[in-house]
Every structure is written in structure tokens, then in C-alpha cells.
T-cell receptor, first 113, second 115 residues
Framework: DTAVSQTPKYLVTQMGNDKSIKCEQN?????MYWYKQDSKKFLKIMFS???????INETVPNRFSPKSPDKAHLNLHINSLELGDSAVYFC????????????FGPGTRLTVT | AQKVTQAQTEISVVEKEDVTLDCVYE???????LFWYKQPPSGELVFLIR??????QNEISGRYSWNFQKSTSSFNFTITASQVVDSAVYFC????????????FGPGTRLSVLP
């Protein structure tokens, strides 16, 4: 009965590869997010998405793209991975946008070698 | 632009002590929302509280309490009678109604509660 789930939990890959991280929520929420947490624990929003609007943080390289097959899923696809992409990526969901608390997945630790 | 400052990078207390985690925010908006999240050593992020800009009432939940003061743009978090299980990184976050990207997190305060 996990509310927000992510797979895989760990991902180790080489520079230049393309990878995806999957996220699913069973809370019935209509807004989902991706965050990046770096080694110093700084959390930065990458995308927020509902079925009407995708908001992209302008600092996110276009190698990163969210893909949503339906309201319960928001996957993160990363092209041409770089060393600096190593981080923990969190998926989250909420019942609305700016005013609502978010519920986070367990995180995916991505290591690029 | 919006900004969240958590000036205390790390705090260590002994069990049963009270501890206050500071959060100061900047916003141009009149409608905004403030949040606290906890990230224990296991890594997950746990929602603790949400407060909107029109509600300055302080809140208490068990050993946790929050003091929201618009006059000083602060939303501080106090843990009373701290316990070892309170050891975590605590994040304050801001979301504005009108401007910019939603959800900006502060840098976090690492709290260590020693037995």
C-alpha cells in the first residue's frame, strides 16, 4: 500500500548512457513532481506536472524529460548521462499545485561513473 | 524571487532538551505557503506541517510546535523533550501563489539528538 513508489532504488550507469526512473502514486493525486537532491542535501525541484501543465525549472538541462503515461505515473528520462547527474532523485505527488503538501517517494540514488 | 534560509546547518542536543529550528523566508507574494519536512537517516522525506500566509496561528502537535511570524518572515519549528528518533535533516519550504517555480526548499538543518 505504498503511496508513492519509485524504481529502481539504486541505479549505477556509465557516462553517455540513457536511463529512466519510474514513479507511481496511488493517492489519486493530480500533480506530480521530480526533485534532485545533491550530495549536500540541497533539494531542487526539476518539474511539476499535472494533466494540464508542465512546469520546467529553467535550470534543468534538456537532457532530462518527464513522461507521463497517465495521472498515476510520472517517469523521468535522462539522456547522455553526465557525472554531475549523480544524485538522489525524488518523485512526489500532491492533490493540487502550489498550496498543497507533497508526498515523496523513497528516492532513487543515481551514480554515474 | 523566493528564498528560504535555514541558518543553522547542524545542531546537536542531548535527549530531552528542547530545540528550535529556524526558518526565514523571502517573498513578494501576499499569498504563500510554508512547509516543514523531515528527512531521517533512512532517506525518505516526511511531510510535517503546512501553513498558509493568512493563518498566523501557532500550532502544536505532540512534542512539535511551529511559530509563524509574518512580521519577521519566520516559520520556526520547536521540538520539546527531544528524542533520539528526532535525529534527521529538517527542511523548510516555501511555495508562492503567483510567482515563479513552486516549492523552494531551504538548505536543511541537520539535528542530532544524543542519548
Amino acid at each position: 500500500d505504498t503511496a508513492v513508489s519509485q524504481t529502481p532504488k539504486y541505479l549505477v550507469t556509465q557516462m553517455g548512457n540513457d536511463k529512466s526512473i519510474k514513479c507511481e502514486q496511488n493517492l489519486g493525486h493530480d500533480t506530480m513532481y521530480w526533485y534532485k537532491q545533491d550530495s549536500k542535501k540541497f533539494l531542487k525541484i526539476m518539474f511539476s506536472y499535472n494533466n494540464k501543465e508542465l512546469i520546467i525549472n529553467e535550470t534543468v538541462p534538456n537532457r532530462f524529460s518527464p513522461k507521463s503515461p497517465d495521472k498515476a505515473h510520472l517517469n523521468l528520462h535522462i539522456n547522455s548521462l553526465e557525472l554531475g547527474d549523480s544524485a538522489v532523485y525524488f518523485c512526489a505527488s500532491s492533490s493540487g499545485t502550489r498550496a498543497y503538501e507533497q508526498y515523496f517517494g523513497p528516492g532513487t540514488r543515481l551514480t554515474v561513473t | 524571487a523566493q528564498k528560504v534560509t535555514q541558518a543553522q546547518t547542524e545542531i546537536s542536543v542531548v535527549e530531552k532538551e528542547d530545540v528550535t529550528l529556524d526558518c526565514v523566508y523571502e517573498t513578494r507574494d501576499t499569498t504563500y505557503y510554508l512547509f516543514w519536512y523531515k528527512q531521517p537517516p533512512s532517506g525518505e522525506l516526511v511531510f510535517l506541517i503546512r501553513r498558509n500566509s493568512f493563518d498566523e496561528q501557532n500550532e502544536i502537535s505532540g512534542r512539535y510546535s511551529w511559530n509563524f511570524q509574518k512580521s519577521t518572515s519566520s516559520f520556526n519549528f520547536t521540538i520539546t523533550a527531544s528524542q533520539v528518533v528526532d535525529s534527521a535533516v529538517y527542511f523548510c519550504a516555501l511555495s508562492e501563489e503567483s510567482y515563479g517555480q513552486n516549492f523552494v526548499f531551504g538548505p536543511g538543518t541537520r539535528l542530532s539528538v544524543l542519548p
